[in-house]
Nanobody, 132 residues
Framework: QVHLVESGGGSVQTGGSLRLSCGASGFYIHNYDMGWFRQAPGKEREAVAG????????YYTESVKGRFTVSTDHAKNILYLQMNSLKPEDSAIYYC?????????????????????????WGQGTQVTVSS
């Protein structure tokens, strides 16, 4: 049974850092592309970062480039999101997600990492609050 469990959220001041973790069970993350999304109150869910199954290719939404880093630890089966220089606009519930296996008709992950329908399993989310 597939499970994703996020942790590491919390409250920090502007400029602070947090590292989110996403523990995976029921599958091996080295076999799947993975992503991080976030949703703030009253806003649509947005993609934050994606990472290929081998960990070599990473993708970021423009607003977090240079501040956030997505990575994986295949030995521990954990997905991470290191968040530095946090801003109040980063406040949201953060979700990790597993991309569904690619079919022959699917575009490559690089073209769809930010599309939520590309993902088949989601964690329950962890709250990040950044105060000014």
């Amino acid at each position: 049974q597939v499970h994703l469990v996020e942790s590491g959220g919390g409250s920090v001041q502007t400029g602070g850092s947090l590292r989110l973790s996403c523990g995976a069970s029921g599958f091996y993350i080295h076999n799947y592309d993975m992503g991080w999304f976030r949703q703030a109150p009253g806003k649509e869910r947005e993609a934050v970062a994606g990472i290929s199954n081998d960990g070599f290719r990473t993708y970021y939404t423009e607003s977090v480039k240079g501040r956030f880093t997505v990575s994986t630890d295949h030995a521990k089966n954990i997905l991470y999101l290191q968040m530095n220089s946090l801003k109040p606009e980063d406040s949201a519930i953060y979700y990790c997600a597993r991309a569904r296996p690619r079919t022959p008709s699917d575009p490559p992950f690089v073209d769809e990492w930010a599309v939520s329908s590309r993902y088949d399993y989601w964690g329950q989310g962890t709250q990040v609050t950044v105060s000014s």
